[in-house]
């Protein structure tokens, strides 16, 4: 599938900061997903988004999808040590059954 | 959320065999499920779409004679890797496709833990 364009690619923070990463496309989505994939696992889903402006949060993790339905930005506030992971989105258009891949947000948090 | 199994974990083989991996969707019925390939550090790479009751639909450049796929119920596909050779030594994970039914609902995929595949 397409690849969507995903920022950034890593990222260094220190434990308690928020994190934020987005996904963008030149292509309007009517779904998008992120997901966190820990080393030597399959990927779990974390926030699914299915209409334009929607903003949905699980736990620390709040995801929008954008108004555009180009992009959607993921925020973890206060991370912990085990948000260590690469973050993935994945975007659907309509029409389609496959999902498009973000290239990922690697996350390594400083204790 | 939904849960998919993938067996095995992980397995080494000679080269030449051949090597089966399962899917299932343990919660919820599957009419598509995929198989992904993905190297270190990059992300996943589409190999083919799984469709219940009818063959796979395999993405360019992806040998269907090579990768076989078998998706005989709503809870089953299975990924045989034949004749398998060094360069085929990679990450597969399958996912399973959820739907509400309806147009505009649910439609996400659920991943596997993935199959580590090593070939002697």
């Known amino acids: 599938g397409q690849q969507l364009n995903q920022s950034p690619q890593s990222m260094f923070i220190q434990e308690g900061e928020d994190v934020s990463m987005n996904c963008t496309s030149s292509s309007i989505f009517n779904t998008w997903l992120w997901y966190k994939q820990d080393p030597g696992e399959g990927p779990v889903l974390l926030i699914a988004?299915?209409?334009?402006?929607e903003l949905t949060s699980n736990g620390r993790l709040t995801a929008q999808f954008g108004i555009t339905r180009k992009d959607s930005f993921l925020n973890i506030s206060a991370s912990i040590p085990s948000d260590v992971g690469i973050y993935f989105c994945a975007g659907r258009r309509t029409n389609d059954y496959k999902l498009s891949f973000g290239a990922g947000t690697t996350v390594t948090v400083r204790a | 959320g939904a849960v998919v199994s993938q067996h095995p974990s992980r397995v080494i083989c000679k080269s030449g065999t051949s090597v089966k991996i399962e899917c299932r969707s343990l919660d919820f019925q599957a009419t598509t499920m995929f198989w992904y390939r993905q190297f270190p550090k990059k992300s996943l790479m589409l190999m083919a779409t799984?469709?219940?009751?009818?063959?796979?639909?395999?993405e360019q450049g992806v040998e269907k004679d090579k990768f076989l796929i078998n998706h005989a119920s709503l809870t089953l596909s299975t990924l045989t890797v034949t004749s398998a050779h060094p360069e085929d030594s990679s990450f597969y994970i399958c996912?399973?496709?959820?739907?509400?039914?309806?147009?505009?609902?649910?439609?996400?995929?659920?991943f596997g833990p993935g199959t580590r595949l090593t070939v002697l």
């Open positions: 988004l299915y209409k334009a402006g």
């Open positions: 996912s399973a496709r959820r739907t509400s039914g309806r147009a505009g609902g649910i439609d996400t995929q659920y």
């Open positions: 799984s469709n219940e009751g009818s063959k796979a639909t395999y």
